[in-house]
């Protein structure tokens, strides 16, 4: 009888949205591959982790409860909720945390975020509700790295096959995926946390932005967390039945610069090519006006960001003089351009331009993705390109030799390797500010903006999240006014 | 009738084979690794070799090949790189949508075309034949993704009487029908506009031969004989270009699925190629190759059936 009660008011309501993705995920197993739309489906829906991100990039516990950290800072002790199954009804105990790690620790793990485990020596069940993991040396972010969608906890008796019938102990479990047209997912109504609002949600696939923007028109799709036509926002946010939702994203743009290779292995023309390019204009020709000037390699809406935009303001004559200075006569370049979305194409042929103004001349190319990570990114066959580093917190790549830009300087390193160990906040902060500037003031790359996240929604959904501090579509706080 | 058929059969083999050896090498020396793709900027390189040798891209060229033909006979097209699940399953599911849009297109497509070109025929050098030669004219030059564009702002977007794309499956006929309806039409118009002039031109040509004249010599009318001598006889051009067409229709359609959304053939081979799967690109291009070369051989067929001349061996 009261469920009955309950339910009459949530007659009125919606319980169910069409929400629009651009990309469809290739598979549905966050463990096994990096493609966002994975996460953009199952993140925090399907699957959880013992932490998770909130909507505004907090670490928040999970199917974790709580942890204790060692006096050493090598054993973290995690203590779970109780209660808790996956969608085929098994239990969840800590022998599925340890399950779930050592699979991505190891030796043929295909996780794609392999890196996030290596400073776990060994997962092991204390009993059914305590995980304990030891650590190889001290490691102050370890809750940071498992709140990623690719250190979520897996069942041993599903892992090989949620790659296409995904099973996790989210609030929604998952019922139909038709190929190349929708996923649905539904309420889990055995979840053990605070329910779903919605009873229902399909992810539809659509990437063309005409189709995108008739799409939402014709009020088949009820949002695009990311609206992949800013040419079409404003004429949508104009129509009463929806709001555009401006937030910001992990995505660093920037145009990186091949350090090893002559003449950029020269840091005045490096300095020079940061001068010449106006990220203003940039964001306004490529983006709409969508994004946010960047210095370094850092979000700028995180608590440690210094803004260095400064360092490298727009200044052709300054550009020019440094040429000079350098003495490397006329340059040409190789400019690859990755494919949609947008910014690289666009953002590339105005900076070919801005470049050209001070004398460099450039020659774009056009990559297919495929193409772009093996010429530029594994093979570092590149002078410039223009890309987007959307994992969150990834400073960390600039401490690698081999990576494609090659810097990987010593005392970049030495910053890197004292932030691990480190775990005192102020401390953290110091050191992440220390390692964006030096990162800027060495010119590895030119750092031109923060991607926006531009969504677009019917103005009666509440609860989704305005910024992007992981690729994730989070459902379990959506409902319909 | 039995030696013609033989013959064309061969040929058809020879040609899917050759075709099977160009998709296979030609995707082999393409760039990309699709395991590279798969793990992204952040993943190690023993993670990437990890991949590869769980996709199976360890093992040598021909042995690769000669597994994939020996697949296909069976129908076994192996297991997609990125959507992890056999090949057949995804074409299975794509060509309920490729193959009934394709239909569908070509339906209407004739039903619009042949009683065009035939009024057209009829009225020749009027100023009803000089309109409708016009009206196709700018079919022919339309884009159809542009026509497909129109159609959704009017249809979906203004009127609201169907969704602007997406394919809702099988279970209910009459929505499938309704959401391939839009992309039929843009599809059609555009081949109906061709088909139009061919038939138009063709039954012309009939119209002068001296049979039709002792048709109406007969006493027939100029309807009668055009229904009843030169209809038939004007269909063989109009039978290839439909042959043309269907093919078209088949392959061609990766825009407008992409317009509308549509889970089609079109739309699987072009993610597919962006995401490198090669074992999806190479088998759906397979056969996209085989339905083109068996139309082709069906239209061949039918020309005889239409025209027993043709089935005399040249001398």
Do not use: C
Not at chain 1, 353 to 380: C, H, P, Y
């Amino acid at each position: 009888m009261l469920a009955a009660l309950w339910a009459i008011p949530a007659l009125a309501q919606r319980t169910d949205i069409v929400v629009g993705l651009v990309l469809e995920p290739p598979h549905l197993d966050p463990t096994a591959g990096a493609a966002a739309a994975i996460d953009e489906v199952g993140y925090a829906n399907i699957f959880e982790g013992l932490t998770r991100f909130g909507p505004d990039g907090a670490i928040l516990p999970a199917l974790a409860r709580s942890w204790d950290i060692s006096e050493d800072g090598l054993t973290y002790t995690f203590h779970l909720h109780e209660g808790v199954s996956f969608h085929d009804g098994t239990p969840f105990t800590a022998n599925d945390v340890a399950f779930s790690f050592t699979r991505a620790m190891a030796e043929d793990s295909v996780n794609a975020q392999k890196g996030l485990f290596e400073p776990i020596a060994s997962v092991e069940a204390a009993d059914d509700l305590t995980a304990v993991v030891t650590l190889d040396y001290p490691y102050g972010n370890l809750p940071f790295n498992l709140a990623w969608g690719d250190a979520v906890i897996v069942s041993s008796q599903t892992a090989q096959t949620n790659t296409t019938s995904p099973v996790g102990t989210g609030p929604f479990r998952f019922v139909r995926w038709t190929q190349g047209d929708s996923i649905v997912i539904e309420r889990n109504p055995d979840y053990w946390g605070e329910p779903a609002r919605l009873e229902r949600a399909t992810f539809r696939f659509i990437d063309d932005p005409s189709a995108a923007f008739a799409a939402m028109m014709a009020e088949d799709v009820d949002t695009f967390p990311i609206y992949p036509a800013p040419e079409t926002l404003a004429i949508l946010d104009a129509d009463p039945r929806f709001v555009a939702v401006i937030g910001s994203t992990e995505g660093e743009t920037i145009l990186a610069m091949n350090n090893r290779r002559a003449p950029l292995d020269n840091i005045l023309v490096r300095q020079a090519i940061t001068h010449a390019i106006d990220r203003q204009a940039l964001i306004e020709g490529a983006m709409f006006g969508y994004g946010t000037p960047i210095g370094t390699h850092f979000a700028p809406h995180h608590p440690a960001y210094v803004d260095l935009t400064g360092l490298s303001a727009y200044d052709p004559d300054r550009s020019r003089a440094l040429l000079e200075e350098a003495g490397v006569g006329p340059i040409t370049l190789a400019l690859a351009l990755p494919p949609p979305p947008t910014y690289a194409r666009r953002g590339g042929e105005l900076i070919a331009a801005q470049l050209r103004a001070v004398g460099i001349d450039t020659r774009i190319v056009n990559m297919e993705w495929s193409q772009w990570l093996e010429q530029v990114f594994s093979g570092k066959d590149f002078d410039l390109t223009v890309i987007s580093h959307t994992e969150p917190m990834d400073i960390e790549i600039y401490g690698r030799e081999d990576y494609y830009f090659g810097y990987g300087a010593p005392q970049f390193q030495a910053i890197m390797e004292e932030l691990n160990l480190s775990v005192d906040p102020d401390r953290r902060t110091e050191l992440l500010q220390a390692a964006q500037r030096d990162i800027a003031e060495n010119y590895v790359n030119a750092y031109l903006f923060q991607l926006a996240k531009t969504a677009i929604q019917h103005v009666d959904i509440e609860g989704l999240w305005a910024n992007a501090p992981t690729q994730a579509t989070d459902l379990t706080a959506v409902y319909w006014r | 009738m039995a030696v013609f058929v033989l013959k064309r059969l061969a040929s058809l083999l020879a040609s899917l084979l050759f075709a099977s050896l160009a998709i296979f090498l030609v995707l082999e020396v393409l760039p990309g690794d699709p395991a590279a793709f798969m793990l992204g900027l952040n993943a190690a390189p023993d993670t990437v070799a990890a991949l590869r040798e769980q996709l199976g891209l360890t093992a040598p060229l021909p042995q690769r090949y000669f597994g994939w033909l020996a697949g296909m006979t069976v129908g076994d097209f192996g297991i997609s790189y990125t959507y992890r699940v056999p090949v057949s399953d995804l074409i299975g599911a794509r060509v309920q949508v490729s193959v009934p849009l394709a239909a569908y297109a070509l339906t209407l497509s004739t039903l619009i075309a042949i009683p065009v070109g035939a009024i057209a025929a009829s009225a020749r050098n009027t100023p009803l034949d000089a309109g409708i030669m016009g009206m196709t004219q700018l079919g022919v030059a339309l884009p159809n993704f542009w026509f497909a564009m129109l159609l959704v702002l009017v249809f979906s977007v203004g009127l609201r009487w169907f969704s602007a794309g997406g394919f809702p499956g099988w279970d209910d006929p009459f929505a499938a029908m309704r959401a391939l309806t839009l992309p039929a039409v843009a599809l059609a118009l555009p081949q109906a506009a061709i088909l139009a002039r061919v038939m138009r031109s063709s039954l012309l040509d009939t119209l002068d031969q001296e049979y039709m004249r002792t048709a109406r010599a007969k006493g027939l009318s100029q309807g009668q004989a055009l229904r009843r001598h030169a209809l038939r006889n004007a269909l063989i051009p109009v039978l290839t270009i439909m042959g043309l067409q269907f093919s078209f229709l088949l392959a061609g359609a990766i825009i407008i699925e992409n317009v509308f959304f549509l889970p089609g053939l079109g739309r699987l081979v072009f993610q597919a190629i962006s995401a490198r799967d090669l074992v999806v690109v190479r088998s759906v291009v397979m056969l996209l190759v085989f339905a083109v070369v068996t139309v082709n051989f069906l239209v061949d067929f039918t020309y005889a059936l239409v025209d027993p001349r043709l089935r005399r061996p040249v001398s």
